[in-house]
C-alpha cells in the first residue's frame, strides 16, 4: 500500500461547495464518511453522533499499543462485539491533527468516530451541505460506497404463535 498523502481542506469558494450548496451524491445515500489519515494508513471514518464510543478496526492500529480495559461493546443489536482493549492514535484530517481514543476489535471494518470526538475536536457538521468544519476549514463528508457489499444487521426470525390477551 502506498505512503498516506495529506488530505486538502475544501474551501468556501471551491467548485464542489458551490454547486447549489451541496455536494453531488447518491438518491437515498447520506454523507457521513470524512477522509482521514490515522498512522500512515488513508481511512473513511464513519461520523456516528449516536455511538458512545470510538470504533477501531485492528488491522490500523499497532496491537502493541493497546491497553487492557474492562469496557464491553454491544452492537444496536445486543450482540457482544469482542475487543482488544483500547488505543489512542494521532489522525490527520487535511491539516488538522488531532488524535482518537477509542475501542479496538477484530469484528470491526471501519472508523467509528463518536459524539465525544466530535465535540472536543469542535466539529459543525453542515448536513445539507455535506461537509463538516474543524478548526475553522471546511471538510467534505462521503456517502460509501455501494461497491462493498455489507452486512450491517441481522436479526433471527422465527414463526411464533402468540395467545390470545397476551
Known sequence: ???????Q??????????????TK???GMHS???KAVIG????DCLLDTGSEASLLPSSIVDLCSITRTSQTLKAA???VILILGDVTVKMKIGQFETHVSGLVSEHIMEVMLE?????SNGVVWAFEKSRIMIDRRFYRLYARSGNDQWCRRASLQ??????PRS
Open 77 to 79: 443489536n445486543g450482540t
Open 115 to 119: 459524539i465525544d470526538w466530535l465535540t
Open 9 to 22: 481542506p475544501i474551501r468556501e469558494d471551491s467548485e464542489d461547495l458551490r454547486m447549489n450548496g451541496a
Open 1 to 7: 500500500m502506498p505512503p498516506a498523502q495529506p488530505l
Open 32 to 34: 457521513t464518511y470524512l
Open 25 to 27: 451524491r447518491l438518491a
Open 40 to 43: 500512515s494508513m488513508n481511512c
Open 158 to 163: 422465527e414463526d411464533t404463535v402468540v395467545p
